[in-house]
């Protein structure tokens, strides 16, 4: 488990040390998707239960405490994430009867939620006192994909924060969260890095044409990173060659390429290039598809722009089923005909 700060992350860790002499019970940490915010929470989770933490705030990656961090087996600490998210890297602590509940149903889908029975888990881990009478943290991501029950459920502990005890929060989007559990949380935002910073970064792990990935990922190097490890730069471009072109046959036949590719992958990068058509419509730039600026330019002088405000806001929509298309091919050929019709 590597608990190392991205390079543009520094400042922000400087800035969070200013709350230790006050912590607050519940930290929300938020900012875009890619960005290094879950490694910056365990960074901070580790460094509150480390016995000799420097002087800069950071856990010393020796002691006891560090160790078992390091190997998921801290007894005052607990990761809540979703199903999907558990990649067998380590038990963590979590409570013998969730694996019980995981290895019955290993034969249903990984639950992309954080479901209410992971959160009744913290009863007990936060009933008992903490093993080396220091704090217990608790750190849960993503928090928007919380279920309803569960997040009332963690409402409840957020309310009444046990002695000792220390949530941290992650988010992609806040406007997603309960308002009530945004208002018993300190906020605290994580920016995306500068551009030089964020290209040095991607050029030092080898990425090819990482100029290109990070700006097809709005900036956020991680993304960009995961996006060029993907293998799908030549879906993505048969992909947006059709919006390039938008008409009922190509989109036809697009759907019939296209329908194994994941669907909310596509409607995010329709979603991306409405946006630079918009964009360009409006000021003339592209944000993340400049290898397709002739393209843009030619659509954007094809559509009205109060067409296009409405296509964005329903695929917006439809980026909230997208996760569970009862038939797949349908969704893209009803996205990609609807797209079409704009430019009519």
Wanted: charged residues 25%; aromatic residues 8%.
């Amino acid at each position: 488990m590597s608990t190392t700060l991205y390079p543009w992350q520094q400042a922000s860790w400087q800035q969070l040390q200013q709350l230790r002499e006050r912590l607050p019970h519940a930290i929300l940490f938020h900012g875009a998707e890619g960005i290094g915010k879950t490694a910056f929470a365990d960074a901070f989770a580790q460094s509150l239960l480390c016995e000799a933490p420097a002087a800069d705030g950071h856990a010393c990656g020796t002691c006891v405490a560090c160790g078992w961090f390091s190997q998921y087996s801290h007894p005052d600490y607990r990761r809540v994430r979703p199903e999907i998210l558990d990649d067998g890297d380590g038990a963590e602590g979590e409570d013998a009867e969730a694996g019980e509940t995981k290895k019955t149903k290993a034969t249903k889908a990984p639950s992309k939620e954080i479901k209410i029975d992971q959160i009744r888990a913290l009863g007990d881990f936060m009933n008992i006192s903490t093993h080396r009478s220091g704090m217990r943290v608790v750190v849960l991501y993503p928090a928007e994909v919380l279920n309803t029950a569960a997040a009332n459920s963690l409402l409840k502990m957020l309310e009444e924060p046990p002695p000792q005890t220390m949530f941290l929060l992650v988010s992609n989007s806040l406007d997603r969260l309960l308002p009530t559990i945004l208002s018993r949380c300190r906020k605290f935002a994580l920016a995306l890095p500068g551009h030089d910073e964020a290209l040095q970064w991607l050029k030092s792990q080898q990425v090819s044409d990482a100029d290109g990935w990070l700006a097809e990922q709005g900036g956020a190097p991680l993304a960009a990173f995961d996006a060029s490890q993907a293998g799908m730069r030549e879906t993505m471009d048969d992909f947006l060659r059709q919006l390039a072109q938008p008409g009922v046959d190509g989109a036809l036949k697009a759907a019939d390429r296209l329908q194994k590719t994941p669907v909310p992958e596509l409607v995010a990068w329709l979603q991306r290039w409405l946006y630079d058509v918009l964009s360009v419509k409006l000021s003339g730039t592209i944000r993340y598809y400049p290898r397709y600026k002739k393209e843009l330019g030619a659509l954007a002088q094809r559509v009205e722009t109060a067409a296009l405000l409405q296509e964005i806001k329903a695929v917006n929509d439809r980026r909230a089923i997208a996760e569970h298309p009862l038939a797949p091919k349908l969704f893209i050929e009803d996205m990609l005909l609807e797209y079409s019709t704009i430019f009519s």
